[in-house]
Nanobody
Framework: QVQLAESGGGSVQAGGSVRLSCAASGRTFSGTPMGWFRQAPGKEREFVAGISRSGGSLYYAASVKGRFTISRDNAKNTVYLQMNSLKPEDTALYYC????????????????WGQGTHVTVSA
């Protein structure tokens, strides 16, 4: 079982940037696809971005493509989400999760989850 801990959230003005980190414990991190999800107030949790085991393959939700970048450092057991050109609609609780298989945007295909980190974007 992989334990996950997100950090880096906070408040930012529209157009600004935030970098989220997700630190993982456990020896299986490098062999696990990873993903970022978010849940806005009053809405269901939604997929944001995913990354393959090696980091060589990435995929994004249409709403963040071109603005967000997912990456990972397997030596540090950490996955990142660089968020640029933030919009008020990006305000949410952001979660990282371990994927059962690469390429899925469904929650059921993700196993371990962190507690989340808040990002608030003001207009």
């Amino acid at each position: 079982q992989v334990q996950l801990a997100e950090s880096g959230g906070g408040s930012v003005q529209a157009g600004g940037s935030v970098r989220l980190s997700c630190a993982a414990s456990g020896r299986t991190f490098s062999g696990t696809p990873m993903g970022w999800f978010r849940q806005a107030p009053g809405k269901e949790r939604e997929f944001v971005a995913g990354i393959s085991r090696s980091g060589g393959s990435l995929y994004y939700a249409a709403s963040v493509k071109g603005r967000f970048t997912i990456s990972r450092d397997n030596a540090k057991n950490t996955v990142y989400l660089q968020m640029n050109s933030l919009k008020p609609e990006d305000t949410a609780l952001y979660y990282c999760a371990t994927g059962v298989r690469f390429g899925s945007q469904r929650e059921v295909d993700y196993g371990s989850w962190g507690q989340g980190t808040h990002v608030t974007v003001s207009a």
